[in-house]
């Protein structure tokens, strides 16, 4: 059997046509994942924490003698789980690094009738307390 070059160069464009009509079409790179922001890691912990670190942690989830300080900043005061005294339950304190800080200094003047025994610590070092506490988060 012969062709004619016209009917073999019409067969040949419809074989390719055929050919790519069963090629499947070119498929997207995957979408890149996104990962979610880092969260920024607390400080390290200072001196001057020492002696609140007598009674309380930071560490989400722990117990201790007093309240857990993670996430403190921002918190209202006798909200987390916790038997706190009435006096802070009753205080209507939101806990910002103002308030924080004068309580740290004199909690019996911030709060009558807390159960918090400690006579207070300096303004500056209430300031790096406060510091700290603010990178802890719940």
């Not at 067969?11 to 070119?26: G, H, K, N, S």
């Not at 117990?63 to 006798?78: C, E, T």
């Not at 918090?116 to 790096?128: E, H, L, Q, S």
Request: charge should be neutral; include cysteine; charged fraction near 15%.
């Amino acid at each position: 059997m012969k062709f004619s070059s016209k009917a073999l160069g019409l067969a040949a464009a419809t074989f390719a046509t055929a050919a790519l009509a069963q090629t499947p079409a070119p498929v997207a790179p995957p979408a890149p994942t996104v990962s979610p922001a880092p969260t920024a890691a607390p400080a390290p912990q200072p001196a001057e924490f020492a002696v609140c670190s007598a009674c309380h942690e930071v560490t989400p989830g722990q117990a201790s003698v007093g309240p857990n300080l993670a996430g403190v900043v921002g918190r209202k005061a006798g909200s987390s789980d916790y038997d706190y005294s009435p006096a802070m339950k009753a205080s209507g304190i939101t806990w910002t690094p103002d308030q924080l800080q004068a309580f740290i200094v004199n909690p019996s003047k911030v709060v009558p009738g807390t159960r918090m025994d400690f006579d207070g610590a300096t303004d500056a070092d209430a300031k790096v307390i406060v510091a700290y506490l603010a990178t802890l988060k719940s």
